[in-house]
């Protein structure tokens, strides 16, 4: 199989291509590189007969006609977003021509490509999607396939608008597909603006750990590699027109999260006081989701998925390989808004 992954050099599109280019899949990477995009993250691929990287827009229609006609792909995994939550309430017009033009713009290049082949039974579009677009639990239940959405920031909003798209193009021209929902991915090349990565960052530099609000919301934290397994699992077994939750069945506090990786740094680089002493609450993001949980009993019984460490495990080997990479994370330090307090304009 030939897999297009868009956005494959973000945090979980590089996981894709690494995991696809070693289980023997021909991978093409296709990434405009936005500040948020790093191919050192896939530079351990880079040079194998089965990687292929083109530098596309997704809201280029020709150039991604270009990219289908000459690599001919079987499947597309869509992970191509802007994603951070922050920046939406900032800069919402981003996140709409991105994750909503964007998406319509690839779903048209891919439906006419699938149609001009003859539409094959064997091709896939692939849209993976998150779980923020069922909006906010309470204190109790899960999210389901079967969630009704209720978005709740740009950023969410966004996504649902992209999910929506795709069941339409689905419903309305057959095109093959399969979307998947996944919890709050964690683990390594995840870009420091992100909660998990500025904690270990900050606590290296003896910065204060900012937490939003009491530190009580919950999210569910799913190990990107793990994540990259299940939806390489979906493209081959998923069923068409059919979602997939995909959780990390760890729920923990921002709190509790963040004291978890204080003990791991404690232990694995101890400094001259416990690094919990540098937690500080700073004021709530706006319209700050609660709590997120997702039921992953569909792909567990379905596909046979199901993750393989526990958020103290993937914690574990996530601040380690912070701790090896200096010079992986050093120059991302510098780019634009990372370190600076965002979504505040609300």
């Known amino acids: 199989m030939k897999i297009l992954v868009t956005g494959g050099a973000g945090f979980i599109g590089s996981a894709v291509v690494r995991q696809a280019v070693a289980g023997g899949y021909d991978v093409v990477n296709l990434d405009v590189l ?35 006609a000459q690599h001919k792909p079987d499947a597309v995994m869509h992970l191509a977003a802007e994603s951070h939550v922050d920046r939406s309430i900032d800069g919402p017009g981003a996140f709409i021509k991105t994750n909503v033009e964007g998406t319509y713009t690839l779903l048209e290049a891919a439906r006419t490509y699938w149609q001009d082949a003859g539409k094959p039974d064997s091709f896939r579009f692939h849209h993976i999607s998150t779980d923020e677009v069922f909006g906010s639990l309470g204190p109790t239940g899960q999210f389901t396939e079967t969630t009704p959405y209720d978005p709740r920031s740009p950023y969410s909003a966004s996504k649902a608008a992209s999910d929506h798209l795709v069941r339409a193009w689905h419903e309305t021209y057959g095109l093959p597909v399969v979307l998947t929902n996944c919890s709050n991915n964690y683990g390594p090349y995840h870009f420091p603006e992100k909660l998990i990565p500025v904690v270990i960052l900050n606590a290296l530099h003896g910065r204060p750990l900012p937490i939003y609000g009491d530190g009580s919301n919950v999210r569910d934290w799913l190990y990107v590699e793990d994540h990259a397994d299940a939806l390489l699992t979906v493209i081959e077994k998923g069923e068409l027109g059919r979602s997939y939750n995909i959780g990390g069945e760890n729920e923990r506090t921002n709190l509790q999260l963040v004291q978890t990786i204080c003990e791991i740094l404690d232990r694995l680089k101890p400094g001259e006081t416990p690094y919990s002493d540098l937690i500080t609450f700073v004021t709530d993001r706006p319209g700050h989701d609660a709590r997120y949980a997702i039921d992953p009993s569909r792909i567990r019984a379905e596909l046979g998925w199901r993750p393989s460490v526990t958020v103290e495990q993937g ?27 965002l979504g505040t304009k609300a």
């Open 315 to 341: 914690l574990e080997k996530t601040v380690a390989w912070y701790l090896a990479n200096e010079a992986w994370w050093r120059p991302l330090l510098e780019r634009t808004g990372v370190g600076q307090r």
């Open 34 to 68: 936005t500040y948020a995009a790093c191919l050192e993250n896939v530079a351990g691929v880079a040079d194998s007969p089965l990687y292929a990287f083109e530098q596309v827009d997704i809201c280029d229609g020709p150039k991604l006609a270009r990219v289908f």
